[in-house]
């Protein structure tokens, strides 16, 4: 039998040493991200990808060899396990194929056939079986008047139940069952009565079959859902119904099973009923529930791969960078929060203004942002896009062509996830002296200031990037984002001496207790003038240390191989790299000519192999370097700010939320995301919508149809249905209107105020005069 390690060699598709290496790390506590980046010679370059499918799968198969032995040792202690059955169960290579093999021994509960065998039934049963010429009734009448059995027909009943029970348990024919179930099974739905209208949503599965293999996650979630919301009723059915009074493929192989065939003879009918009552009461509900929770694994994974790839890519989006923000929380009665942050995230000011209904004190609140504008420097303007984003946003482009000189920038944030940081307990501690409806605007500026420091302090699950995320095992979805997480915040490297607790403990080798001892010591000491001085942390011993220094950044500090992601255990190499370009290292970093003349090979010895050379002299050209794409924005049309505003045929702007199996989400600002069909991504066909977006890319879309009754509007990204090839520069243009200008340069727009009121309340703030209301 294959071991372990040549299985998921062999499923990876990679040699069986590369396997054995990796596991040896990750036994010896080595994470993901520090074998992918700092162990390639180990484990022959193998990837993080690669490395995240190699722990699952060694957690499964080690889980499984642990079932294999249990169910052995319990077969044994019942006396009833031989040569072939150890052999059998040796081979089985599912979870599923042991507990099939496992059925016939496992502790039962009380059965109709347990209670026919202790009545004597189990002879009767036997000869109807093998002599199927006997006559049923007059074999079972030798039987009745004994204890327990009444009559003939209770005999008979006795001896169906011993005949079912064995046909249950024969493991071939089960798993048989399941798998042919699986490749021509269908899975049905149909509106229940007097749903129609309450289950509106779930229309497109009123009326619906489609084959179990060919069932996308999303479409498996949504019909669970509308059956758990008692909307919609599903069955699983065969793809082929059996002619009138024919056996069914599923009873044939029951037949077969228990050498059964109708042949006109006296026991034949009997038999045969014993065969359709064997299906249509035991049998087929279990298949179900087999395929069902298959249906569900599928689902799961599908929806937990998609959250996955989404929540990455938000991870990973273009950082503003650090500069001094605004972050405006919209809000209609209570107002919209304000927070003013600096370069570093630090809250300098808060506010609350009150520019929509019922106060509609427009100018005040141009006039109190732009006093914080003035104040503090400020170059971005993060505003949430929850209720009231829109009208804010159009505040905020007022705010930006009144103030032309400090050449804002505004961007709709998204805001999922920052009610949740608000009233977490590190919001708590972090902004002590802040009003929790505050704490949302700050959050919603960082996060465009580097949405990867901000993001890691929310519970991945609440940032709402995936798919019907409610109904995902809690488990199964938690520790997929968190390794998503985990490799982000890796991939980036942290600067040690601005880091916030949660984003360190999402470094290699760290712990939350041992990341806030980080935070502790870097207040009560000062900033960390070298990696080295990391090891006077308590908690931070040798081998976390190990772990966690190739990730960990320090600029301007004493070395400065410390804001690289050279690993510490590789300054060597760069001694030796220095001596044989005699040039020292502040001269060196950055100069590619020189680094790429070298001969790399002549740096290689028994500690450190060619790929960890190669990415030393990439980390010497560009150190630290940030894998991120650059900061861009989008900007959405003037005047199109709820889905009736939306009309077919119209160009927008807009932002990708969510990429699903099925298409793309695009924020178009109407507080409705519109979906882009997979279909409609592209001019060519696509297999993947990530093959062409992902989350935070700047696209441009056509309306195709607005169904504002359902709240669905279709977009289009295929060139062949624009009038005119789409604009990359700026926002695109609806039919009839003029073309918008960029969000600086847009004029104001008009409001019912004298223009000299407002002159004077910006005026006024510009001299940090108080305003009044």
Known sequence: MTGINGRIAAELGVAESQVKAAVDLLDGGATVPFIARYRKEATGALDDAQLRTLEERLTYLRDLEGRRAAILDSIRQQGKLDAELA???????????????????????????????????????????????????????QFAGKEGISDADAALEGARAILIERACESAELVGSLRETGWQRGHVTAAVRKGKREAGEKFADYFDFSEPLTKLPSHRILALFRGEKEEVLDLDITDGEEPRPGALGWQEARIAQTLGVADRGRPGDRFLMETVRQC???????????????????????????????????????????????????????????????????????????????????????LAALAKLVLAHKIELIAIGNGTASRETDRLAAELVAKLPDRKLTKVLVSEAGAS???????????????????????????RLQDPLAELVKIEPKAIGVGQYQHD??????????????????????????????????????????????????????????????????????????????????????????????????????????????????????????????????????????????TDIIAELEKPGRDPRPSFRTAAFAEGVEKIGDLRPGMRLEGVV????????????????????????????????????????????????EVDAARKRIALSMRSDEAARPARRDGPAQAPGRPAPRPQAERPQASRPEPAGALADALRRAAEGKPRGR
Request: net charge positive; proline share 6%.
């Open 420 to 446: 949740v940081y608000s009233a977490s307990a590190y919001a708590s501690a972090e902004l002590p002296n802040l009003d929790v409806t505050l704490r949302g605007a700050v959050s919603i500026a960082r």
């Open 87 to 141: 052999a059998q169960i040796a081979r089985a290579d599912t979870k599923a194929r042991l507990e099939d093999l496992y059925l016939p021994f496992r502790p039962k509960r009380r059965s109709k056939a347990l209670a026919a065998r202790e009545a004597g039934l189990e002879p009767l049963a036997d000869a109807l079986l093998a002599r199927p010429d006997l006559d049923p009734t007059v074999q079972a009448g």
């Open 657 to 704: 939320t969510n990429v699903a199996a099925f298409g793309a989400f695009v924020d178009i600002g109407v507080h409705q995301d519109g979906l882009v069909h997979i279909s409609m991504l592209a001019d060519r066909f696509v297999k993947d919508p990530r093959e062409v977006v992902k989350p935070g890319d700047v696209v441009q879309v056509r309306v195709v």
């Open 472 to 613: 995902l095992a809690e488990g199964k979805l938690a520790r997929s984002l968190d390794a998503v997480v985990e490799d982000c915040v890796n991939s980036v490297g942290v600067d040690v001496n601005s880091a916030s607790a949660p984003l360190l403990a999402r470094v290699s080798g760290l712990s939350e207790r041992v990341a806030s001892n980080i935070v502790v010591h870097r207040d009560a000491n000062g900033p960390f003038a070298k990696r080295a001085n990391l090891r006077k942390v308590p908690g931070l011993g040798p081998k976390a240390y190990e772990l966690a220094a190739g990730f960990l950044r320090i600029r301007g500090g004493a070395d400065p191989l410390d804001a690289s992601g050279v690993h510490p255990e590789a300054y060597p190499v760069v001694k030796k790299i220095l001596a044989a370009t005699g040039k020292p290292i502040e001269a060196l970093i950055g100069d590619g000519a020189t680094l790429r003349g070298l001969a790399l090979s002549a740096f290689v010895d028994q500690s450190f192999g060619l790929p960890t050379v």
């Open 279 to 365: 299906w249509r009461k035991r049998l087929k509900p279990a298949t179900d529930t087999d395929l069902r929770s298959r249906l569900w694994t599928v689902a799961e994974e599908g929806a937990v791969t998609v959250f996955a790839r989404n929540l990455r890519d938000l991870l990973l989006a273009a950082p503003a960078g650090a500069r001094p923000t605004l972050g405006l929380d919209p809000g209609y009665r209570t107002g919209v929060k304000v927070a003013a942050v600096d370069a570093t995230g630090k809250v300098v000011a808060t506010d609350t203004i009150y520019p929509h209904e019922p106060r509609r004190d427009w100018n005040g609140a």
